[in-house]
């Protein structure tokens, strides 16, 4: 049996409940070295077999799941933060799909709710954004024309860019044609809630200064739209005269 899990957001207690006792009990564990906070592996016995898969191909990830399979030992796939979310699971479904090999899924904390919690922020503000845009900008992994940062800055939405830090110069100026103005506020949130985490704030115009005299180039999301400022609406939801299914407003 092999399970995939997410890891959370980085800190080492935001893994789930489930999460942890699947690490306790694995007998083999793939981790995303590069981007998995190592304390996690604290959960693991000590004679659980550990892979880095940052130094491994798909097909040398499958070689080791297989021959646990084999074996009769369990695997933990531990990916980090949500493996939903570039995670680059499906490949790995499909491959254990046609190997017969069955397999679970349990979620994590993503980075961007973490970011979230550290900036202190509400990402969907009324009378602001009701949408989050989760995205990345165009490097050497491409992304599609029609999801370009220009084609999709035009809704004005709050706007989360993974793996986007050591392009910043080109993104400011794709936000900026897209429709952000210069001055929209956005925060760079390196490590999101790991013990070196680090908050940038700044707006698109100086985004791509701020994220150079910082020294920053991974590792770190990009949060850029009108809901980090101070302007927005009261949330209808706990307004004396709004009436809901358990309660009658007053207006």
Known sequence: ??????????????????????????DAVIYAGSLVNPELLSYCREDC???????????????IIKKAEAEGRTTVRLHTGDSSIYGAVREQF??????????????????????????????????????VIITRAAGRTPVPERESIEKLAAHGATMVLFLSTSLTEKLRRELIA???????????????????????????GTLHTAVTEAG???????????????????SLLYHPGFTTEFRKGNA
């Open 216 to 234: 920053l180039k991974k590792t770190s999301l990009i949060i850029v739209g009108g809901c980090m400022g101070d302007e927005y609406a009261r």
């Open 1 to 26: 049996m092999v399970h995939f899990v997410g890891a959370g957001s980085g800190a080492v207690d935001l893994i789930t409940v489930r999460g942890a006792r699947l690490l306790s009990e694995a």
């Open 49 to 63: 077999e550990k892979h880095d898969s940052a130094l491994l191909t798909l097909e040398e990830v499958l070689e």
């Open 178 to 204: 897209g429709g952000y103005s210069e001055d929209t506020p956005a925060a760079v949130v390196y490590k999101a809630t790991w013990k070196d985490e680090r908050i940038i704030r700044c707006t698109v």
């Open 94 to 131: 499909d491959a254990l799909d046609a190997l017969g090999i069955e397999y679970d899924v349990t979620p994590g904390v993503s980075s961007f709710c973490g970011a979230a919690a550290s900036l202190k922020a509400e990402f969907t503000l009324p009378g602001v954004s009701q949408t």
